[in-house]
T-cell receptor, first 116, second 113 residues
């Protein structure tokens, strides 16, 4: 089945360690996104990419990094510079917005990161 | 820039009762509007979307929403809720020419028996 796969689902990290969250999609979508979810704050955009080898910062990019070397993959690294990394992270993808397409987002199941 | 306000953080309701989850947005440009649902520890699933045309939009699981341009609102309704509707619901907007989906803070719907 087509979809978005995020791994791991749960991850624990010690302070000062970098950690990488995986996101893979087989929907042949051009655009991919990373959101952070905290209780009562909705979803906030970290990074997004509309094409391979290109990405843009979202609203809360500090302390995070991404790469987009392949169309189907958009990993997110949470670095030690991120002051409060404990959160639920959601990856999404969409068709590139052409011809009036609304660019509806399709989401993965999420990865919960806890810093000990 | 766009912003989305979901007026209720939690809505408790008894099973088989009607429910309305409120959403207001602010934008200087035309937008598409969406409602997503999230079950515990899962990703988001699209309930419905408004693109253009009829202001009443029907979605999955018996939900519907009405777009009101003058009041910049997009409230979600269901005439009779089920226990299985217990979840968090997010309203979101996306400008016609933009790239980013902006979400509200979410409304937790708790259906009680």
């Amino acid at each position: 089945d087509g979809g978005i796969t995020q791994s791991p689902k749960y991850l624990f990290r010690k302070e000062g360690q970098n950690v990488t969250l995986s996101c893979e999609q087989n929907l042949n979508h051009d655009a991919m996104y990373w959101y952070r979810q905290d209780p009562g704050q909705g979803l906030r955009l970290i990074y997004y990419s509309q094409i391979v080898n290109d990405f843009q910062k979202g609203d809360i990019a500090e302390g995070y990094s991404v790469s987009r070397e392949k169309k189907e993959s958009f990993p997110l690294t949470v670095t030690s510079a991120q002051k409060n990394p404990t959160a639920f992270y959601l990856c999404a993808s969409s068709i590139a917005r052409t011809g009036g397409n609304t660019g509806e987002l399709f989401f993965g199941e999420g990865s919960r990161l806890t810093v000990l | 820039a766009q912003s989305v306000t979901q007026l209720d953080s939690q809505v408790p309701v008894f099973e088989e009762a009607p429910v309305e989850l409120r959403c207001n947005y602010s934008s200087s440009v035309s937008v598409y509007l969406f409602w997503y649902v999230q079950y515990p520890n899962q990703g988001l699933q699209l309930l419905l979307k408004y693109l253009s045309g009829s202001t009443l939009v029907k979605g999955i699981n018996g939900f519907e929403a009405e777009f009101n341009k003058s009041q910049t609102s997009f409230h979600l309704r269901k005439p009779s809720v089920h226990i299985s509707d217990t979840a968090e619901y997010f309203c979101a907007v996306r400008p016609f020419e933009g790239n980013k989906l902006v979400f509200g803070a979410g409304t937790i719907l708790r259906v009680k028996s």
